[in-house]
């Protein structure tokens, strides 16, 4: 597995919490994406991270496998926040 592709485990040891998001945008798949991508009204694990290259946000759907230079990130735009789940 690449580094930059987050799993549940490696998610929850810099924060304790999963949020959720519903995909809200899947189309426009960027022509060099490989690997997994959203369908549109499902809902997903998600952590979102500041993107190291463009400094904006990026949303990394948990358990997704992608290559680079994408990896399993998205755009903030293609997805809506539903829920939080703090992890005791």
Same mark, same amino acid.
């Given at each position: 597995?690449?580094?930059?592709?987050?799993?549940?485990?490696?998610?929850?040891?810099?924060?304790?919490?999963?949020?959720?998001?519903?995909?809200?945008? +899947?189309?426009?798949?960027?022509?060099?994406?490989? &690997?997994?991508? /959203?369908?549109?009204?499902?809902?997903?694990?998600? =952590?979102?991270?500041?993107?190291?290259?463009?400094?904006? +946000?990026?949303?990394?759907?948990?358990?997704?496998? &992608?290559?680079? /230079?994408?990896?399993?990130?998205?755009?903030?735009? =293609?997805?809506?926040?539903?829920?939080?789940?703090?992890?005791?």
């Amino acid at each position: 597995m690449e580094v930059a592709n987050h799993t549940f485990a490696e998610a929850t040891t810099t924060a304790p919490f999963i949020d959720y998001a519903i995909c809200v945008d +899947d189309e426009n798949r960027p022509a060099r994406h490989v &690997g997994d991508w /959203p369908v549109k009204g499902q809902v997903y694990a998600v =952590r979102v991270t500041e993107g190291k290259a463009e400094g904006t +946000d990026l949303v990394h759907v948990l358990s997704f496998q &992608g290559e680079a /230079p994408y990896y399993n990130a998205f755009a903030p735009h =293609r997805f809506e926040i539903i829920e939080r789940v703090w992890l005791n």
